[in-house]
């Protein structure tokens, strides 16, 4: 038994799809977010200036006195995970692994889409790690620059005409492509699942990069024997980079509980 948190951490709310899948597998557990709102997005940043924010990050979940850590980003994940992993001595693990592994069990055309920020998609990672899975599988990559910015500022409901007009422009080539799996791997995208779904149908599999992250990181914590033993009772602490006013609202909105006075801001620049 360990009752230490566990601490998630995102360029700022999508990695709340992580915690909010923590917090049903785990409703026993700790957590400790951190989302850098002030730096957000980070998809667009070099590969130096990615790895830099995500020390500055993981330093200042240190603090708190975690059991693992977990990079609830897919442009981290497919960044900096294997520096952050040799750099610390708790475990830290990333989304883009599961998510690669569920999207190779789910398709059954072998035509897989693939839509994240335009640093993972540069970095190759979920390719490699799907073709590991499934050699067969044709992967079909499109970034999405927009995404990011636009859940940020709260456009990722249905009938919300930008947020559709982008996701269509942006989908269109996958759609024509065939896929039958489509991975969301970056994870503010699955705040935008009804979005699209409603664009590629019901006949395409979405598969969640937060959400296998979550279950990737429960795992590895039963494997430790370090989960917390308690049934319920497991408390969420989150910090952001920026206005902390802005983040609870639409935090509150998405995890489907206040979060109003659980928020606090940090100076990531000390870190």
């Known amino acids: 038994m360990d009752g230490r948190p566990i601490g998630v951490f995102d360029s700022g709310l999508g990695g709340l799809t992580t915690v909010r899948e923590l917090c049903r597998l785990l409703p026993g557990e700790d957590i400790v977010y951190f989302g850098d709102t002030g730096r957000v997005p980070y998809g667009s940043r070099s590969r130096e200036t990615i790895v830099r924010y995500a020390r500055q990050d993981v330093a200042f ?43 190779a069990r789910a398709t059954r055309n072998d035509r897989v889409g693939l839509i994240g920020t335009q640093a993972s998609i540069r970095s190759g990672a979920y390719e490699a790690l799907i073709h590991k899975e499934d050699p067969a599988a044709q992967v079909f990559s499109q970034p999405c620059p927009l995404f990011v910015p636009l859940v940020e500022n709260g456009r990722f ?22 896929v039958d799996t489509l991975v969301l791997g970056c994870t503010h995208y699955p705040l935008l699942e009804g979005v699209i779904s409603a664009q590629m149908g019901p006949e395409v ?21 370090a989960l917390s033993g308690r049934d319920g009772g497991g408390t969420c602490r989150y910090f952001v980079s920026d206005r902390q006013e802005d983040f609870s609202r639409l935090a509150s909105i998405f995890l489907g509980w206040d979060v109003t006075g659980a928020v606090g801001q940090v100076d990531i620049s000390r870190y």
């Open 61 to 103: 979940l240190r603090t708190f006195d975690l059991k693992l850590i977990v990079i609830a980003c897919g442009t981290v994940s497919t960044t900096a995970l294997e520096v952050l992993a040799q750099e610390n001595p708790i475990p830290v693990l990333g989304v883009v692994a599961p998510a690669a592994a569920a999207a």
């Open 157 to 178: 409901k249905p009938g919300d005409v930008v947020i559709e007009t982008v996701a269509a422009e942006y989908l269109a080539p996958l759609k024509a492509a065939g």
């Open 205 to 225: 599999t979405l598969v969640n990069a937060g959400a296998e992250g979550a279950w990737a990181a429960a795992a590895r914590l039963a494997e430790l024997d």
